[in-house]
């Protein structure tokens, strides 16, 4: 999650105006969080806070950061910001989904995090430790599947 946010950060200044180089200052003056960093800390935030992980409370988090940071960096997109700012019933809207791959880190920082791990007991809600957890009794059945030593262990 930390990687996401510092990458929106140094990216926010290209954001409307992209550039082809990988040399270029890291930070600028001009950088900013955008709004995938707001919403990425208000996953965040319903997975330390919500022990049943409703879209209900998902909401009414993205909701909260929303009307705390209305105006970061590039704005939200037009869909999006009238689902957050209409007062009307909310309902899927065919979002572009671009955000939604820097959201994601939350789970994986939250599924990182020991003393989370109370709020966050299910293990269907966090692929990750499901992934490990899988690959675990694989190699279990089968030591010889993994020859390379890489031997699957819990998250910590």
């Known amino acids: 999650m930390l990687g996401a946010i510092i990458g929106d950060t140094v990216g926010s200044i290209y954001e409307f105006d992209n550039i082809k180089t990988t040399d270029f200052p890291l930070f600028s003056k001009r950088s900013e969080f955008t709004d995938d960093s707001v919403m990425s800390f208000a996953v965040a935030d319903w997975l330390l806070r919500d022990e049943h992980h409703t879209h209900k409370e998902l909401e009414a988090s993205m909701l909260r950061f929303a009307h705390e940071y209305p105006n970061p960096l590039g704005g939200y997109g037009g869909s999006f910001y009238r689902w957050l700012f209409s007062g009307r019933e909310r309902v899927p809207y065919n979002s572009w989904?671009?955000?939604?791959?820097?959201?994601?880190?939350?789970?994986?920082?939250?599924?990182?995090?020991?003393?989370?791990?109370?709020?966050?007991?299910?293990?269907?809600r966090h692929p990750r430790l499901h992934h490990r957890r899988h690959r675990r009794s694989l190699l279990q059945r089968n030591p010889r599947r993994d020859r390379k030593g890489d031997v699957a262990t819990p998250a910590r």
């Open 97 to 124: 989904g671009n955000g939604s791959a820097m959201r994601v880190s939350a789970a994986e920082w939250i599924s990182r995090v020991p003393s989370a791990w109370p709020l966050a007991r299910r293990r269907q």
